[in-house]
């Protein structure tokens, strides 16, 4: 599951510091999500940009079903696991 990947990676870079400055790195780079999925991959995780992105599609998609009458539009705040990882990681 791609929580537990990402939880994974998580406690890994807060504990090493060359993983934690290689994912950080990877911000700076064109496609900084193909870059932080192909760091994590190298270094063992099953991360995928797909995975990441349904994941979001899904979280998203339970919190506009649990509105009441059901919400049709996206609600502005609501970030990603990406996100969420590198902000607890810096």
Request: aromatic share 8%; with cysteine; glycine share 8%.
């Amino acid at each position: 599951m791609i929580e537990h990947e990402m939880q994974r990676l998580l406690y890994k870079a807060k504990n090493d510091n060359e993983v934690k400055q290689a994912l950080i790195a990877t911000k700076s780079d064109p496609d900084p999500l193909k870059a932080f999925c192909e760091t994590a991959q190298r270094l063992g995780y099953d991360i995928t940009a797909g995975e990441l992105f349904a994941h979001g599609l899904t979280m998203n998609d339970e919190k506009l079903r649990a509105t009441n009458g059901g919400g049709s539009f996206e609600i502005e705040g609501w970030n990603d696991l990406y996100e969420n990882f590198m902000e607890e990681l810096q």
